[in-house]
């Protein structure tokens, strides 16, 4: 059983920045690939960036490419989406997800935290 904690989420203008926080726990939770979603108002959820356990793989949405940055920190067990350039078009909940396979991570991910709320204004 893995627990995922987000944190970071808020209000910010559009081209600030934000880092949100991904704080996992559990059985060797330092294996599970981690994965960021986000869902907008009557949209889908969507795949945005993840990284595997030893943070050799990472991968990006195309429209976060070049602005998000994911990064883990195996020690405290965290890991960070650093969004740069935000635009409103990134207002959404922001989900952390886990799962042991870094193919599964970006599809259909095993654990799920709770969200939390980024919103770009004009």
């Known amino acids: 059983q893995v627990q995922l904690v987000e944190s970071g989420g808020g209000l910010v203008q559009a081209g600030g920045s934000l880092r949100l926080s991904c704080a996992a726990s559990g059985r060797t939770v330092s294996s599970y690939a981690i994965g960021w979603f986000r869902q907008a108002p009557g949209k889908e959820r969507e795949f945005v960036a993840a990284v595997s356990w030893r943070s050799t793989n990472r991968n990006y949405a195309d429209s976060v490419k070049g602005r998000f940055t994911i990064a883990r920190d195996n020690v405290r067990n965290t890991v960070y989406l650093q969004m740069n350039s935000l635009k409103p078009e990134d207002t959404a909940v922001y989900y952390c997800?886990?799962?042991?396979?870094?193919?599964?991570?970006?599809?259909?991910?095993?654990?799920w935290g709770q969200g939390t709320q980024v919103t770009v204004s004009l």
């Open positions: 997800a886990a799962d042991l396979s870094f193919e599964q991570i970006m599809t259909v991910p095993r654990y």
